[in-house]
């Protein structure tokens, strides 16, 4: 899977940078983040759970550009994006900058400094995306953060199950896999534990990792008030009035799939 289309469509720095610096207040790049078109699934993360560096443990082996993916996330200061090289790079020339001008020497060069230039500012943004997310899917197994998806969770702030027999259950955000670019996001029913693609299409590029495959069963065993009863109603194929056989080419094969024992058996 591929989120770099997801971020170029997203992604606006002109947009980040105006929103920045009107008003009163500053928009942080979180809040820019999840006020994205098709980012409304995400939580905004406390900068004190980020700041954490035990929150963050084994991610710096996991996402290219770490560190400067991180201060962009934490909106610190332009100057702290420089990596060693080009900070030995830039005091070298500084220093033939000097010799020269005390040889009255004068040679023409690039006295921009090495920062990261705009399509280098591209290559960041896309791993912030990927660090954001994978942080992400450790702070909704957090208390705060269950607790703030069971509240969007019972105001189907996700959505609702598109199976008829389900009637407009809520349904969660779920990743089949934890690994970053291995599959896109998912919507969980816990009333007929199937899952399902987002009808939204921008909502369909997400990365399934920045949600995981625990936290949903983690919500529900955490708020079993918020857990549906089971639907036992199973739709049956029917011509004028008969059933078709399961033997059948056309027949239902998968019926048994949404079968649940009896209440007094269970």
């Avoid at 090289?85 to 020339?93: I, L, N, Q, V």
């Avoid at 992400?136 to 019972?154: I, N, S, V």
């Avoid at 033997?247 to 009896?262: A, E, V």
């Amino acid at each position: 899977m591929n989120n770099t289309t997801e971020e170029e469509h997203f992604y606006d720095s002109s947009q980040y940078e105006s929103g920045s610096s009107s008003g009163s207040s500053l928009q942080t790049w979180i809040s820019w983040f999840c006020s994205l078109t098709g980012h409304e699934f995400y939580l905004e993360i406390p900068e004190d759970f980020i700041e954490d560096e035990f929150n963050l443990t084994g991610l710096s082996s996991s996402v290219p550009f770490y560190t400067q993916a991180l201060e962009m996330i934490l909106d610190m200061e332009s100057g702290e994006l420089f990596d060693d090289e080009g900070e030995e790079e830039e005091e070298e020339e500084e220093d033939i900058k000097v010799e020269n001008e005390e040889n009255d020497f004068w040679s023409e060069k690039d006295k921009t400094p090495r920062r990261l230039k705009t399509q280098d500012q591209s290559i960041i943004e896309h791993h912030a995306f990927m660090l954001y997310g994978l942080i992400h899917q450790r702070y909704l197994l957090t208390r705060e953060g269950l607790k703030l998806m069971a509240e969007r969770y019972a105001n189907a702030h996700f959505g609702v199950c598109p199976r008829y027999y389900c009637e407009l259950s809520p349904v969660l955000p779920i990743g089949s896999l934890d690994e970053p670019d291995m599959g896109n996001v998912h919507l969980f029913c816990p009333r007929c534990l199937d899952i399902y693609k987002p009808p939204t299409v921008a909502h369909q590029s997400i990365d399934g990792a920045h949600f995981g495959t625990t936290y949903a069963h983690l919500l529900l065993l955490n708020y079993p008030e918020l857990r549906p009863s089971p639907t036992s109603a199973i739709y049956e194929a029917r011509i004028f009035g008969f059933k078709v056989s399961p033997l059948s080419k056309s027949g239902p094969c998968n019926q048994w799939l949404r079968m649940r024992p009896p209440k007094d058996t269970m």
